[in-house]
């Protein structure tokens, strides 16, 4: 069975910092792109991070370049986001997701809320 679960959201002032986690499993985790979406309320859900599947290479929005950092741990199972100086805008539900040519699986979310 397909799982991505995902951790690490919360509460956190603006110019804080999160980490969050997202754990894959019942598929072979290293063959696969993973990324990181997010929705805010009233919007649509937007590419936030991405990373190639040995993790060489990686892309970001630009609203997000500079103070987010995607990463992953093949041994792990697991694809990170390290997102510091937050900002408002960022508050919205982090989604992981994992593309392989055709196939995708997607998470099941976690609220990041930036406020003060």
């Known amino acids: 069975q397909v799982q991505l679960v995902e951790s690490g959201g919360g509460l956190v002032q603006p110019g804080g910092s999160l980490r969050l986690s997202c754990a894959a499993s019942g598929f072979t985790f290293s063959r696969y792109a993973m990324s990181w979406y997010r929705q805010a309320p009233g919007k649509e859900r937007e590419l936030v991070a991405a990373i190639t599947s040995a993790g060489g290479s990686t892309n970001y929005a630009d609203s997000v370049k500079g103070r987010f950092t995607i990463s992953r741990d093949n041994a792990k199972n697991t694809v990170y986001l390290q997102m510091n100086s937050l900002k408002p805008e960022d508050t919205a539900v982090y989604y992981c997701?994992?593309?392989?040519?055709?196939?995708?699986?997607w998470g099941q979310g976690t609220q990041v809320t930036v406020s003060s």
């Open positions: 997701n994992a593309k392989l040519l055709f196939r995708g699986y």
